[in-house]
């Protein structure tokens, strides 16, 4: 049972549900029970999400990723495939109940998820782009509690996550270079080269730090979103320098940091 658990990658599900929670509370909405609805929701899709991507990339894992649940043989590619199935269902179940919107969101996120694993994920910069929008998304399904305003105030937060996870994602693909080429993917370094996509993901990183300044959150917001500017620094330092694994590191850490500023912003708003 361990195997269902890890297959979900909790760590990085927890991190979407206190996304989705703080994008609920900038959109000045204190309800408890709003909170585990759309906390919930969220850690089922980004759970069935990581199961389906596994899924489908099980070849590859076999090379990147041997330890993993289904390629060590822990879980049948099968069972993966409708474990995956059932989170998505529940995820979209849970979120109706926070509302309508939240229902468009969680149901078309589960589509994208689907077809991100299936066909995007070996599309050049459409796979990226897909993954990026679908980690700043928790923002606004927490804000959408609070209809369309919710979603607007959640504009920067969905931003900075946005271009913090394009500069993660080619980082990653950086890394994950030679297991792709052997499993006939076509990612943005196998086709540009390791050194421009390396430009292009500190580009994204440089950019995250600059929409992160501009922020109408307060001096306590500047303050702690300066940390993960520092972190957002380092990845892209350490991209340019070729170490993809290091650089992927630094954003998570950033955006963990990021996190802790709107949630200041939120609470101090």
Request: charged share 15%.
């Amino acid at each position: 049972m361990l195997a269902f658990w890890e297959i979900l990658r909790p760590f990085n599900c927890l991190m979407a549900s206190a996304a989705a929670i703080i994008g609920l509370l900038i959109a000045m909405v204190q309800d408890i029970h709003a909170a585990l609805i759309i906390a919930g929701a969220v850690f089922l899709i980004t759970g069935a999400g990581n199961v389906i991507n596994d899924y489908y990339d099980r070849q590859i894992d076999a090379i990147n990723r041997p330890d993993r649940p289904i390629p060590s043989k822990r879980i049948r590619p099968q069972t993966a495939f409708y474990y995956s199935i059932a989170l998505f269902a529940a995820g979209c179940i849970l979120a109706g109940l926070a509302g309508r919107i939240c229902l468009v969101i969680a149901a078309f996120n589960s589509i994208l998820l689907f077809f991100y694993a299936r066909n995007l994920k070996a599309t050049p910069i459409l796979g990226n782009l897909s993954v990026s929008y679908l980690t700043g998304s928790t923002f606004l399904f927490g804000g959408a509690v609070a209809g369309f305003m919710g979603l607007l105030a959640n504009q920067v937060p969905f931003g900075l996550s946005f271009l913090a996870s394009m500069s993660r994602e080619i980082a990653k693909d950086i890394e994950d270079m030679e297991g792709d080429r052997q499993g006939g993917a076509r990612t943005l370094p196998i086709l540009a080269g390791e050194r421009a996509a390396a430009a292009l993901a500190g580009l994204f990183g440089l950019a995250g730090v600059a929409l992160s300044l501009l922020a109408p959150f307060g001096r306590i917001y500047l303050l702690i979103v300066a940390m993960a500017d520092l972190l957002l620094l380092l990845s892209v330092y350490k991209v340019i320098r070729k170490d993809a694994a290091g650089s992927q590191k630094a954003v998570k850490k950033g955006m963990a940091v990021a996190l802790l500023a709107f949630l200041t912003a939120a609470l101090f708003s």
